[in-house]
């Protein structure tokens, strides 16, 4: 395996196979697992609060059943609503389409994503959404180019530590909807071939 000097240790379109897609979904499957896991045991915290401060405050027994079942409800929707989330992400890492990038700009921003509270880092990228091998000059120069903002991890992770403005990245897009990207936050020495 020779690496690009572009791409560094991170993996180009071509290598993006049904093993390294099935890696990235496994990651969305953890995540997902660990937002449902705390939307559980939010849910049954708080109902169980609310049943406790309902009986200290001197309710009758069974007053606080239609507060805390309309709760569970809203909590089951949201719970719902977390898995069809994860579910499109899946989908989308399992059908799209791979490209190269080209890094214009990088912005460090901090707010709250799926993955938590922290810093991410914002990429301003270019590609083109048609052609699998494209040289990363006609990329910085071509009007036909998309220009994306795309989401990557903290600025903490080993993948994002070596981001460059003017280095490349693999990106999987929409063709119906060219704007919509995902950076492949994989390296050939983090992924067990």
């Known amino acids: 395996m020779t690496l690009s000097p572009e791409f560094e240790n991170r993996f180009r379109p071509e290598e993006i196979t049904s093993e390294i897609r099935h890696h990235i979904e496994e990651r969305e499957w953890y995540s997902e697992v660990l937002w449902l896991g705390t939307g559980v045991v939010l849910i049954a915290a ?31 929707v949201s719970l719902a609503a977390v898995h069809l989330r994860f579910r499109s992400r899946r ?28 810093h991410i880092e914002r990429l301003r990228l270019n590609y083109l959404p048609t ?17 994306v903002s795309a989401e990557v991890g903290t600025r903490w992770t080993p993948f994002v530590e070596h981001l460059q403005k003017g280095k490349m ?19 050939h020495d983090l992924v067990a071939m």
């Open 46 to 76: 708080f109902s169980l609060f609310f049943s406790l401060a309902y009986r200290i405050t001197g309710f009758p027994p069974t007053a606080e059943i239609p507060f805390i079942l309309g709760f569970i409800a809203c909590g089951l």
């Open 91 to 118: 989908n989308f890492v399992e059908e799209m389409p791979a490209a190269p990038a080209l890094i214009v700009g990088i912005e460090d921003t901090y707010r709250y994503s799926e993955d938590g509270a922290g």
């Open 131 to 147: 052609q699998r091998t494209v040289p990363r000059e006609l990329l910085a120069i071509s009007s036909d180019v998309q220009k």
């Open 169 to 187: 990245v693999s990106i999987l897009y929409d063709p119906k909807h060219p704007k919509h990207v995902r950076v492949v936050e994989e390296e």
